[in-house]
């Protein structure tokens, strides 16, 4: 198996597709087709990575201010696990354990790049 950052680079230019639907519009099930059908892998974001590089499109935030971000939802604390509603997605944690390690390894300067990072590890734990 690779490293992640000679994965990263082999898959960069490669095409990335996006399922878009709301809950109900058979977005699972295409996005299950792709797996079992064409041995694809599916990141099931729910917008967190998605609406993190919007932000930082927008001006509004720095990409790392944007990865802390993402990794506080992926891994949060025990404290707000517990005590504090929203939405958490401590539940998808285990396809970017050890993602932390590699964000300095990788030059993340648009948006683009911030996304396709965390959809390249996911991809590339699987």
């Known amino acids: 198996?690779?490293?992640?950052?000679?994965?990263?680079?082999?898959?960069?230019?490669?095409?990335?597709?996006?399922?878009l639907g709301p809950q109900g519009s058979g977005s699972n099930l295409t996005s299950n087709l792709f797996i079992k059908v064409f041995g694809c892998e599916a990141v099931r974001d729910r917008s967190l990575i998605f609406n993190a590089a919007v932000r930082f499109i927008k001006g509004n935030s720095s990409i790392q201010k944007e990865v802390d971000y993402v990794i506080a939802k992926l891994f949060p604390y025990a404290f707000n696990k517990r005590f504090f509603g929203g939405k958490h997605y401590h539940h998808q944690n285990k396809n970017y354990i050890g993602i932390g390690q590699f964000v300095s390894q990788v030059p993340m300067k648009s948006a683009e790049?911030?996304?396709y990072f965390f959809y390249a590890y996911h991809a590339w734990i699987n």
């Open 1 to 19: 198996m690779k490293d992640f950052v000679s994965f990263y680079q082999d898959m960069r230019y490669k095409p990335v597709y996006f399922i």
């Open 113 to 115: 790049d911030f996304a």
